[in-house]
T-cell receptor, first 110, second 114 residues
Framework: KQEVTQIPAALSVPEGENLVLNCSFT??????LQWFRQDPGKGLTSLLL?????REQTSGRLNASLDKSSGRSTLYIAASQPGDSATYLC?????????FGTGTSLTVIP | NAGVTQTPKFRVLKTGQSMTLLCAQD?????MYWYRQDPGMGLRLIHY???????AKGEVPDGYNVSRLKKQNFLLGLESAAPSQTSVYFC?????????????FGPGTRLTVT
């Protein structure tokens, strides 16, 4: 069974810092990896999707990388802002089912 | 563009009662999913569907049933609610586009079983 782990569980940084969130998975036979953002009491918003044949994806201040062979992905957030405060989740899929990590709760301090 | 919608947003049930949660998507997606989210456990897949008229079990299917009679709708039923089913339920959909399978989520339904 696929296991997805996110470290750290919580992170607090001052505004303006660059930061990295980590996601690891046990079974490298994935179709894609997706990063989401979840605000308190809200649904999940897709941030970036990396297909298994890709190494990274970028959107604005966000950059996600994927190393399928080692079962790792990172989400890099540049020049963090208080509005980035949220829980960030990663998920992998084998084409039918999706497996989620428990998330990293990020707080950006003004 | 409505995307993925869920009905109702909140519900309180007594133990043993039944209810149906409705998920609707207007993006013509083939795949639809039901998850539950509990503190410290992340999102867990209950059931999913890869097309109209098909359903399959996910990680935690016991106590739930689903139906996908129309491509745009995915229903989640609780036949006899239990306090352990208190959770936030999310529906998601995804298109079948090569290896993409990018998921789009609804806003969630908060269910309390007393």
């Amino acid at each position: 069974k696929q296991e997805v782990t996110q470290i750290p569980a919580a992170l607090s940084v001052p505004e303006g810092e660059n930061l990295v969130l980590n996601c690891s998975f046990t079974d490298s036979a994935i179709y894609n990896l997706q990063w989401f953002r979840q605000d308190p009491g809200k649904g999940l918003t897709s941030l970036l999707l990396i297909q298994s044949s890709q190494r990274e994806q970028t959107s604005g201040r966000l950059n996600a990388s994927l190393d399928k062979s080692s079962g790792r992905s990172t989400l890099y957030i540049a020049a963090s802002q208080p509005g980035d405060s949220a829980t960030y989740l990663c998920a992998v899929t084998n084409g039918n089912q999706f497996y989620f990590g428990t998330g990293t709760s990020l707080t950006v301090i003004p | 563009n409505a995307g993925v919608t869920q009905t109702p947003k909140f519900r309180v049930l007594k133990t043993g009662q039944s209810m149906t949660l409705l998920c609707a998507q207007d993006m013509n997606h083939e795949y639809m999913y039901w998850y539950r989210q509990d503190p410290g456990m992340g999102l867990r897949l209950i059931h999913y569907s890869v097309g109209e008229g098909t359903t399959a079990k996910g990680e935690v299917p016991d106590g739930y049933n689903v139906s996908r009679l129309k491509k745009q709708n995915f229903l989640l039923g609780l036949e006899s609610a239990a306090p352990s089913q208190t959770s936030v339920y999310f529906c998601a959909s995804a298109p079948r586009q090569g290896g993409a399978y990018e998921q789009y989520f609804g806003p969630g339904t908060r269910l309390t079983v007393t």
